[in-house]
Structure formats: C-alpha cells, structure tokens
C-alpha cells in the first residue's frame, strides 16, 4: 500500500501491512480493518475494498470498463492517509495484537526521499514513529535504527518510539532478481518459522534482526552457557557438568527466547543426560499453569501435545 505523500522523485511512500496468520479468521478482520480506510476523489469517498475500487477505476478513467481493469486502476490511485491509519489501528484491539507496519526507508518510494526541509521533518517522523519496521538493508540505516548512528536508545526512544529492526523486503519486480538481493544482501530472522519471531525482531532488532550474506554465527559471551548445575528437583538426579561436554552450540543461550522455544530443547537435553530417579507424576492438586510450566521443562514427552487448561494426571519418564 502507499501514503498519499510523494517523495522527492514524486514517488508515494510505500508501506506494508504484515499480519500474523495464526488467527483462523484473520482474512475476514484484516478486511474490516481496510474497510475503515478511504480515499477522496472527486466529490466521493471510496473505501479500500474491491467493490469501491473497481468504482474508482472507472471514475478515474472512463477507458477502464472491465472490472479487472478498473481494479487495476483503482488500486494504483488509491492512497492512504496516514493519520487515518493511525486512528484507525489505534482504535483496533485486534490490529494492535496481529499486525505489524512495516514502511520503506529508501530514497525512491521510502521516508528517505521525503524532502530534508524543516516543513517536512515533522511528516518524515511521524511516519517513521507509527511503523514498528523499516524496510532497508543499507548497513548505515541498520546501525542508526538500533541506536548505533546519530542518535542512541533513548533519543531514539523519544523521537520515533524506539530502536526498530531493518529488514530487506522480498518482494522483487522481476523473476532475476527473487532470492536473489541485491548485493546479497540476505535477511535474517532470529526465531522459527512463525509471525512471533517478527514481533520479537521489533522488541530486540539488534540481535534479532540482521541483513548480510550469512547469518551471526556466535552469541555474546555474555549468552552463552558456560555450565549448569540442577538442584532441588527430586525427580532428577543432581549434577554439574561443563556445558561444553554435553550443549552443543545449536543449544546455546542465543536460542533461547522469550517465547520459550529455546528453553523447551535445553530441558530435553537436560532430561537426556540427567537419569531420573523415579517417574514423575503430575497431581492434581497443582494448578494448571504450574502443571503447564513443569510440562516444558521435561519437554512434553508423552504425545507432546501443549498443556493447556484442561492439563490432567500425567506420568513422564
């Protein structure tokens, strides 16, 4: 989708809205969400949807009397309004919880093209501040965004909202160039395959997020494991051993994170050079959440099936 502000190649700014899939009913309520954006031509509002589009098409070119046709048209004309979408996600609970703005920062059709003057340096940070992505995988624009360039964190913090992850859009325009980046410029999500990695991206972009060849290959020193010891748990037996001699790289702390992912595949190498003493039983008694908790740390076994609020009785090895 594009702003209906044009850069200073008299390009609109171009701006992605990336939506998590894992809501069934995802299609149907990011369509209700564009249908609270309009675009005025003439004297007539039209609503982003097909219907109004295709009635664009034809109002702005009387030539387009094929519904593809017009669609086509439509949808080139239509530009959004930036403070309108603003509104309108604020107004959104679901929005707010399922999709993430991602806005270009080229000089062509991104925020950098928007003239250096002071009469739009408030238009450029506003439309910086309202994304939580910049699509771009200059290096230089990396490093400012993760607070590395002219500004740091905090003044970051009070001018655009935060540090923000840059990532290489894959959308090429022709069949050469798909997976293919210019300059090899390659982008890397730290995370699995799921929408959950691009929303930690945003909350960590340095470490999270990373444009080159190949990807880090090395935590901080400060994030690796450098050995563990378990205590206070009857149903294993106690043990310290030197994280080199049994967690491989591919187990290290960098894979751990805050969707518990990493934490699930340490607990089952823990469990498989830890022996327990005796089959451990969940009771009843415990509650829910708790029973929850203990079943990702052993790493869920039995049918490996998540625990839920309906968790019973279960006996692990």
Same mark, same amino acid.
């Given at each position: @989708? ?12 171009n701006?992605?809205l ?7 009913? +995802? ?40 519904? +593809? ?15 309108q ?18 806005? !270009? ?26 994304? +939580?992505?910049?699509f ?17 964190? =905090? ?15 894959s ?10 980046? !210019?300059?090899r ?26 444009? &080159? ?6 935590? @901080? ?10 205590? &206070? ?6 043990? +310290? ?25 340490? &607990?089952?190498r ?22 929850c ?5 052993? &790493?869920?076994?039995? =049918?490996?099936?998540?625990? =839920? ?9």
């Amino acid at each position: @989708m594009r702003f209906g502000i044009a850069t200073s190649r008299n390009s609109p700014i171009n701006f992605h809205l990336l939506v998590c899939p894992d809501d069934p009913n +995802h299609v149907d309520e990011i369509r209700r969400f564009l249908l609270g954006l309009t675009f005025v031509y003439g004297r007539n509002a039209y609503r982003c949807e097909r219907t109004d589009l295709i009635r664009l098409g034809r109002a702005y070119d009387k030539a387009a009397t094929e519904d +593809h046709v017009a669609l086509r048209v439509g949808t080139n004309q239509f530009k959004v309004n930036h403070d309108q979408l603003r509104e309108q996600f604020a107004q959104s609970a679901w929005a707010q919880a399922n999709v993430l703005i991602a806005v !270009a920062g080229g000089s062509r059709d991104g925020t950098s093209g928007v003239r250096e003057d002071a009469s739009f340096s408030a238009v450029r940070q506003g439309l910086e501040r309202g994304a +939580h992505i910049i699509f771009s995988s200059q290096p230089k624009k990396r490093e400012f965004w993760i607070g590395k360039g002219a500004l740091g964190p =905090d003044e970051l913090a009070a001018t655009y909202g935060g540090r923000k992850p840059c990532l290489h859009g894959s959308d090429a325009h022709d069949l050469a160039t798909v997976g293919s980046p !210019a300059e090899r410029r390659y982008c890397w999500i730290k995370g699995d395959l799921r929408f959950e990695s691009l929303r930690q991206a945003c909350l960590e972009p340095e470490s999270r997020a990373f444009i &080159g060849i190949e990807p880090p290959r090395q935590a @901080m020193p400060s994030q690796v494991i450098s050995n563990l010891t378990v205590t &206070g748990a009857p149903w294993l037996e106690s043990f +310290h051993r030197p994280s080199e001699s049994w967690l491989d790289r591919d187990y290290r702390c960098s894979r751990f994170r805050e969707d518990s992912s990493g934490r699930s595949d340490c &607990g089952r190498r823990v469990r498989t050079v830890g022996a327990p003493k005796r089959p451990f039983v969940y009771q009843k008694s415990v509650e829910p959440d708790r029973r929850c908790k203990i079943h990702a740390h052993l &790493g869920g076994r039995a =049918d490996n099936r998540k625990c =839920d609020q309906r968790c019973q009785s279960r006996q692990y090895f």
